[in-house]
């Protein structure tokens, strides 16, 4: 071990130590043993903020672009099942004005533009549902 690195010298003694407990059995009656491991999709966020999205999750918060979509598909479900023309007036110009906000607001991290395909499944039903009334 001739790397200076103090995180070299970490990783090596983590190594060391799952090894041992490997030896002893340690790991033996964990909860999924021999199934594969479901790692999550973190694609779509950027690289240095993984980490920090990852504890927001954990600690149950939503980070606010991810907040904003829940809503807006909050509102998409309630228009599909409202049966009061005023309130769905009302509730497509609030659902609009939010589309709207993110794209001001999130304008580099969150696009809700027409090459998006949360966009078309947006315009989707929204079409279906002012087509059913």
Same mark, same amino acid.
């Given at each position: 071990m001739s790397d200076a690195n103090p995180w070299s010298v970490i990783q090596f003694i983590a190594e060391k130590r799952i090894e041992e407990a490997q030896a002893k059995g340690?790991? &033996? &009656? $964990?909860?999924?043993r021999g199934r594969p491991l479901e790692l999550e999709d973190m694609s779509h966020v950027p690289e240095e903020l993984r980490m920090a999205?990852?504890? $927001?999750r954990n600690a149950g918060c939503l980070p606010p672009e991810l907040a904003e979509r829940k809503e807006i598909n909050r509102l998409v479900d309630l228009l599909e099942r409202c049966e009061d023309e005023r309130e769905r007036v009302r509730q497509m110009q609030k659902l609009r004005f939010m589309i709207q906000r993110a794209r001001m607001r999130h304008q580099r991290s969150i696009r809700i533009e027409q090459d998006d395909p949360y966009y078309a499944r947006l315009l989707e039903r929204l079409s279906a549902l002012d087509k059913a009334h």
């Open positions: 340690e790991f &033996d &009656d $964990l909860p999924g999205y990852k504890i $927001l």
